[in-house]
């Protein structure tokens, strides 16, 4: 058996000291990506720095003169996070998305920060004795002519064309979350969209956190739209599965003409997209379902397929009309 160290410090300022000071730590919390890891041999931490026992468990709302925001702190767990009043009253697709991820027993463990921070899912990944630029760079790509149904269409590179597996992400993605982030450096706040990274010819980086870089809370400002919001997601079975495609959206409505419109898609490329060219294709002006698909076909117009994943274009397109029009006619009401 492989020799494995385990710490759990009293503050998240000594678990940021922890990783900062020995290479080959890791962060543990809810553990139901890393235990997996470990099992599978994709990763082989020499430490666990465990942070789940620290008092990251806040739901909080703040109002003041800059606006008003959600606190999440990174050890609230998804399934109470998901039924969070606030959160289902101000921001339903969050808890659409949470309520659409894993199954409840890992809804249970899964907390906000280990949601965010998960691998992919790609079978190549998970599989030790198959190439993956991700796990072992310059090894090469089995995913570009293996099994590819979940592969991206979008920002993928000859390196790598997995995608970013989380439901909760995408939701946060279109609700403009900024994530706060403690360093050895002290604190800062990345916006979601800039967390994520395209593969490019370093795949093996996920994010643009440092491995001492601890997620200690996700801030959600309230706005309009964002109460007027849904998460669907396109997969093989109702439970415990992964999106081939998903699609979070929100919708602000006035005299038909629409105010705001943000949308995110899972599923699709190795980070959430925010489908910026739709959006402002469709900003402030009429909203109707010929508008609406060609927004959509320009933000797809970049998309590379292949035969296996082809059908993601036209999941796409739909499952995005079909939302959108659905919002639309609850606006309406």
């Known amino acids: 058996m492989r020799e494995l160290e385990y710490l759990r410090p009293d503050s998240a300022a000594a678990a940021v000291a922890a990783v900062a000071d020995r290479p080959g730590a890791r962060f543990l919390g809810g553990g139901t990506n ?5 099992k599978l041999g994709v990763a082989s931490p020499e430490l666990l720095v465990d942070i789940s026992r620290l008092p990251l468990t806040d739901v909080e709302a703040y109002d003041g003169p800059d606006g008003s925001w959600l606190r999440i702190g990174t050890n609230v767990r998804n399934s109470d996070l998901a039924a969070h009043p606030v959160v289902r009253s101000r921001f339903p697709a969050v808890a659409r998305a949470l309520l659409a ?3 409840g027993q890992l809804r249970n463990q899964a907390t906000t920060g280990g949601n965010l921070l998960q691998r992919t899912r790609c079978v190549y990944f998970q599989d030790v004795t198959t190439p993956c630029n991700k796990r072992d760079p310059g090894s ?3 995913a570009l002519e293996g099994y590819g149904r979940y592969n991206a269409i979008l920002g993928a590179s000859p390196e790598c064309v997995t995608t ?9 993605t279109a609700m403009d979350a900024v994530v706060v982030v403690l360093g050895p450096e002290g604190e800062r706040r990345v916006p979601i ?14 994010t643009v956190l440092a491995p001492s870089d601890l997620v200690t809370a996700v801030e959600l400002p309230s706005a309009a739209a964002n109460e007027h919001a849904t998460y669907t997601k396109v997969r093989d079975r109702a439970s415990f599965a992964f999106a081939l495609v998903s699609v979070a959206a929100s919708l602000d409505l006035a005299g038909g003409v629409v105010q705001d419109v943000r949308l995110a898609w899972g599923g699709v490329a190795h980070k959430p997209w925010r489908a910026r060219r739709a959006e402002a294709a469709l900003r402030d002006r009429p909203f109707d379902e010929d508008a609406l ?9 970049d998309a590379t397929t292949t035969d296996q994943t082809a059908s993601k274009v036209p999941m796409v397109r739909n ?6 029009l659905r919002l639309a006619e609850e606006a309406a009401r």
């Open 164 to 172: 970013h597996p989380s439901d909760l992400a995408v939701a946060l």
């Open 293 to 301: 698909r060609a927004a959509i076909d320009e933000e797809l117009a």
């Open 34 to 38: 890393l235990v997996d890891h470990l």
């Open 101 to 103: 991820g894993a199954s």
């Open 193 to 206: 969209e800039e967390l994520y990274r395209l593969p490019g010819d370093r795949p093996e980086l996920d």
């Open 140 to 142: 090469g790509c089995s």
């Open 319 to 324: 499952a995005t009309t079909m939302t959108l």
